[in-house]
């Protein structure tokens, strides 16, 4: 019911075949996405006046590992940096509210495949709220938000991926200002993968 409400019959269909596809294969249908600081739904770029909203030090990321409910383990903490990824979040008095870790580089996205994009974008990844502010638009205000700093860096935004069939996502991604870029295809058949990125994707790298 929630399929055909977001995306028509065909839509909920698609997601039936996407599923039984993945029981015999892997299968992805990516739809490729970017946020500009010309696409991005201003009702994003502002939060409650008592918040913060920015990049995190390194001093700060130990102190937070510590912590089980911020579910960033040290280990996690000290290879993200090491790589030179940075995690921007929301801060309410002591408290992260929410955050997301971001990397200009290629990252992975199964065991066996890894997206590769332009370092003129950044890429969002391991998104976090606590529970006790989850309802309030977070994840997508702190993402709009880091979009722009990295914007005034020279960054030209955010580019990011949905899989075709989860509907509930790409419906929150338009909310806030993504645009499609194109789509990204990869069947594996028995050990090798047969992958082909949609030509809207050429001009992300």
């Keep these: 019911r929630r399929d055909v409400k977001n995306a028509g019959l065909l839509g909920a269909g698609w997601n039936l075949a ?49 912590d089980p409910a911020n579910e960033m383990p040290a280990g996690f903490v000290a290879e993200a940096l090491t790589r030179g990824d940075r995690c921007y979040a929301i801060l309410d008095g002591g408290v992260v509210a929410s955050y997301g870790w971001y990397l200009r580089q290629e990252t992975a996205v199964t065991e066996e495949l890894s997206l590769r994009f ?11 709220t606590r529970p006790e502010y989850r309802g309030q638009r977070l994840h997508a205000i702190g993402m709009a938000q880091a979009m722009m700093e990295h914007s005034r860096e020279g960054c030209r935004g955010l580019v ?21 870029a194109g ?8 050990g090798r993968y047969f992958i082909r990125a949609g030509p809207g994707c050429v001009s992300f790298g």
């Design 183 to 190: 789509t990204i295809v990869a069947l594996r058949v028995g």
């Design 118 to 128: 332009s370092p003129q974008w950044a890429y969002m990844y391991k998104g976090f």
């Design 160 to 180: 990011s991926y949905v899989e075709s069939n989860n509907y509930s996502s790409l419906k929150s991604c338009y909310r806030m200002g993504y645009v499609k």
């Design 18 to 66: 996407y599923r039984a596809l993945n029981k015999v294969t892997r299968f992805m249908a990516l739809t490729m996405l970017s946020v500009t600081p010309e696409t991005v739904d201003a009702s994003f770029l502002s939060g409650k006046a008592e918040h913060q909203h920015r990049f995190l030090s390194a001093a700060e990321l130990e102190h937070l590992s510590r």
